[in-house]
């Protein structure tokens, strides 16, 4: 996943990017009209040239890399030779730090009868029920969980429930883990499996309450097949999903366990917003889309809901804003480096998500007013899986 914590600077009229790297954090001296910027250890003050105003005792930039995270550096006034920008087309001086879009996710899990006997959470019970509620108090009681927004429903039953209302209303962790909890231990499996309730219950839900400035996602439990509720077609479902996301950008990740068929799981979250993987695959199907927990087992449970929470916000960027120049976003330029030490790609801009194919690419989350860059799932995949792979994003602006 490409990492969390980002440092940016931004140039004006002169050429340099700075970078994080997973050590060490980038020293920038200016040159000769500030028209050079060199990387030292341990960031460095920023001090001015001849030409330039001299900034004395400037902060380091830190761009270390978590564990298990690609390191990402922002450029501004990239070369032109390469990157179609020109040092009059940049941004005015500015440091800026960007950070993650925050989590907000929909849990909606299943309690039909097949998830077996009832119980609380914190018992040492065996059935799938037990082992779910248990994961997702892990989860919901995880120090990486914390400002993770999450809401929670359940489903079952032979009619189609309305769970267009979450039964925990969305809050951020760890602010409400006793209402989630309590929910939790109120809920007791029985009934049938009415997926579709729980497809569009997660389109409803997520639509009406994303936030800007936070990645809202949907996260859909079961341990079986649709038995309740037209459609229960797999493949009609699953168009509930994928219109979803191609409308909203607002992915749904399919968490199967022991019951479930996986080739229909595999239909189910295929084009729901999940990229495609390896791992947590089951039946045969790999690469797939969703994830296969099995019985439930929690730790494997509670992998399966870091990894979906990594990946959800793991190749998504905030355009910073800067203290002068309007960035134009026909002027963003975005590069992939392998962790490899091959030479830097670039990625080709699509129109929207609709439009990512297995070529990858990006896109902004909205073309009429852009806030962030998305990398497409193919491109996701491939950055997520490269622990030591670059993003450089070059920011052009206009007439500064």
């Given at each position: ?301 509670l992998a399966v809901l870091q990894a979906i929470q990594q990946t959800a916000i793991g190749c998504q960027y ?7 120049g309007v960035i134009d976003p026909d002027k963003v330029i975005v590069e992939y480096t392998p962790g490899s ?60």
């Amino acid at each position: 996943m490409v990492s969390a914590t980002l440092s940016l600077a931004v140039g004006c009229g002169s050429s340099g990017t700075i970078s994080g790297g997973p050590e060490d954090g980038a020293a920038a001296s200016g040159g000769q009209n500030g028209d050079s910027s060199t990387g030292g250890q341990g960031g460095g003050a920023a001090s001015g040239g001849n030409g330039g105003a001299a900034a004395s005792g400037g902060a380091a930039a830190s761009g270390g890399a978590e564990a298990g995270l690609a390191d990402v550096s922002f450029g501004y006034d990239a070369d032109p030779e390469d990157a179609a920008l020109s040092p009059d087309a940049t941004c005015a001086a500015s440091a800026i730090k960007a950070e993650p879009l925050p989590l907000d996710m929909y849990i909606i899990l299943d309690k039909s009868g097949s998830m077996g006997t009832d119980c609380n959470v914190g018992s040492t019970g065996t059935s799938k029920w037990c082992y779910a509620i248990n994961a997702l108090n892990k989860f919901f009681t995880a120090p990486s969980s914390v400002g993770t927004g999450v809401a929670l429903s359940f489903f079952s039953g032979s009619s189609c429930p309305n769970l267009t209302n979450a039964q925990v209303a969305m809050n951020t962790l760890p602010n409400h883990v006793a209402a989630l909890n309590s929910a939790m231990n109120g809920a007791a499996p029985g009934g049938n499996t009415p997926t579709s309730a729980a497809a569009n219950g997660i389109a409803s839900y997520t639509a009406a309450h994303e936030q800007p400035g936070r990645k809202m996602i949907g996260v859909l439990i079961t341990d079986g097949d649709p038995t309740s509720c037209s459609p229960t077609s797999v493949s009609q479902i699953n168009t509930i999903l994928a219109n979803h996301f191609g409308t909203t950008n607002i992915p749904t990740f399919v968490i199967g366990m022991t019951g479930a068929t996986f080739s229909n799981l595999e239909t189910l979250a295929n084009n729901a917003g999940a990229p495609s993987h390896t791992q947590y695959c089951g039946g045969g199907v790999s690469p797939c889309h969703f994830y296969n927990v099995a019985n439930g087992d929690p730790q494997v449970f509670l992998a399966v809901l870091q990894a979906i929470q990594q990946t959800a916000i793991g190749c998504q960027y905030t355009i910073p804003d800067t203290d002068a120049g309007v960035i134009d976003p026909d002027k963003v330029i975005v590069e992939y480096t392998p962790g490899s030490g091959g030479p830097a790609q670039q990625l080709t801009r699509v129109n929207d998500a609709s439009q990512c194919g297995a070529g990858g690419g990006w896109h902004y989350d909205n073309n009429a007013n852009p806030k962030l860059i998305v990398l497409c799932p193919a491109t996701c995949t491939a950055v997520s899986a490269d622990q030591n792979a670059g993003i450089q994003i070059a920011l052009g602006c206009l007439g500064s």
